[in-house]
């Protein structure tokens, strides 16, 4: 008789348990007959399928798989999800645990996120179980994380040094993630504005950061040489010790880089097109950086002579076409702020009533009352006919006082006359005058009453 020994493993280390054998090694389960015709000597011929129940056997895998990405050892994760695949290639449970274990491996050299979406996408298609719903939850959760993640390495990676190739890395990864995420949507419910708003505000903490070191690096950490109109150092003020002056190739190097930043600033607007808010600050660092950079210029220093003495002076500069375009663009950038900033109380004010509906409903009525009333007063008889009475008087009086105007020299007797009348004129308009003027601060304050309530409507006090 041979030794039973497992055909899966090669262990010797069988027990016998409710009616079957099981292997304590990789758990794998035989019936007595199995049992029988693994010890017969010789060749031992099987007619039919010969079903090997390698239930424990993953089981035990995936729960080594799920406690060393647990223990963030991704590599291991791996393999045991490897082991599992080999046994059940269509095993939803370790295509998840792979896609997670290979997103987490990812670094700036071997990015591996692309490959985790596609096990997350075939895990959600071979799971028909219960759990699919729960499954989903947890794709959409570890997508967003793993996206999220590739773009924070990459914003570091601009924050410590702001290359233009590293700003181009971090919009491309950044627009490769949310394809990824808008493609995976359609397969469980990822909140893909949640990304958008996570993923901008993380580019625009990387822009700032990267743009503090761009101008320290153009500045080496001083204040700039002061130039006269004329692009002149004055005499006394030309210490190196106190202030930077930049070479040509410094203003290059900061120019590129500058224009990168505002590339990355611009990216996280459009990205995030939505948030009026924050996009409202992120045009105000656009203008703030597009007018440092504008301005900018290298500085050289030109040796004198017997008719005039040496001095720093500006070197190279935008040309007056460049600084044109450049205004053009920051001019944009003011009116698109200006647009934002009035979007962002907009939305408050939708967020505060949707909160307070009965105190924008008690305003409206207030509104819709004050309204009435003005109408009323503008409406009334009384107030119509003295008003127009009173243009009458006025009409009255101007002719005239046309005609005193038009009298000669000699005409004293006539001008005593229209002087008269008009005196008189105003005499009687004046009850008239001080009904209508009455009439008119009332409405007037009405006007100012029905103006606060419409500002309280579209500025409410923010919670």
Request: aromatic letters at 8%; a negative charge.
């Amino acid at each position: 008789m041979n030794q039973l020994t497992c055909e899966m493993c090669g262990s010797t280390d069988l027990l016998k348990s409710n009616g079957v054998f099981t292997c304590q090694n990789c758990g794998c389960k035989y019936s007595v007959e199995e049992a029988k015709k693994m010890m017969v000597e010789g060749v031992v011929q099987v007619e039919g399928t010969v079903k090997v129940d390698n239930t424990a056997q993953i089981e035990n895998y995936l729960a080594m798989a799920q406690k060393a990405h647990d223990s963030d050892n991704e590599a291991e994760a791996e393999s045991y999800a490897n082991k599992v695949l080999e046994i059940d290639p269509n095993n939803w449970e370790a295509l998840f645990i792979k896609g997670l274990a290979a997103g987490w491996q990812s670094n700036s050299r071997n990015n591996r996120i692309s490959e985790a979406y596609d096990y997350f996408s075939q895990a959600i298609q071979n799971c028909d179980s219960d759990d699919s719903e729960m499954l989903k939850e947890n794709v959409a959760d570890s997508a967003l994380k793993l996206a999220i993640a590739a773009i924070r390495l990459h914003c570091k990676n601009y924050a410590s040094f702001p290359s233009k190739g590293n700003a181009v890395d971090v919009m491309s990864e950044s627009t490769a993630s949310l394809a990824r995420i808008i493609s995976l949507a359609s397969q469980c419910d990822i909140a893909v504005s949640e990304f958008k708003a996570n993923a901008a505000t993380l580019i625009n903490n990387a822009a700032v950061s990267g743009w503090k070191k761009i101008w320290d690096d153009y500045t080496t950490g001083k204040p700039l040489q002061p130039l006269d109109k004329k692009g002149k150092a004055p005499y006394h003020s030309t210490d190196r010790s106190l202030y930077a002056q930049p070479s040509k190739y410094e203003w290059n190097q900061f120019t590129e880089r500058a224009d990168a930043c505002l590339e990355l600033l611009q990216y996280t607007i459009t990205l995030n097109s939505s948030n009026n808010k924050d996009n409202a600050i992120r045009y105000e660092s656009l203008i703030y950086i597009g007018e440092k950079v504008r301005d900018s210029c290298s500085i050289d220093y030109l040796q004198g002579n017997q008719y005039c003495r040496s001095e720093w002076c500006r070197h190279w500069k935008f040309t007056d076409e460049a600084r044109a375009t450049r205004q053009s663009e920051i001019d944009s950038w003011n009116k698109e702020k200006i647009a934002a900033e009035k979007a962002a109380r907009k939305d408050e004010a939708e967020k505060y009533w949707k909160d307070h509906p009965t105190e924008k409903c008690a305003l409206n009525k207030e509104i819709e009352s004050t309204k009435t009333a003005i109408s009323k007063k503008k409406e009334d008889e009384t107030y119509i006919e003295i008003k127009q009475k009173s243009t009458e008087y006025d009409r009255a009086i101007a002719k005239l006082e046309e005609e005193l105007k038009s009298c000669g020299l000699f005409e004293g007797k006539k001008k005593k006359e229209l002087k008269s009348q008009i005196e008189a004129k105003r005499k009687q308009q004046k009850p008239l005058k001080d009904k209508v003027d009455l009439l008119g601060e009332e409405i007037a304050t009405l006007n100012k009453k029905l103006d606060e309530l419409s500002e309280k409507l579209l500025n409410p006090p923010v919670d």
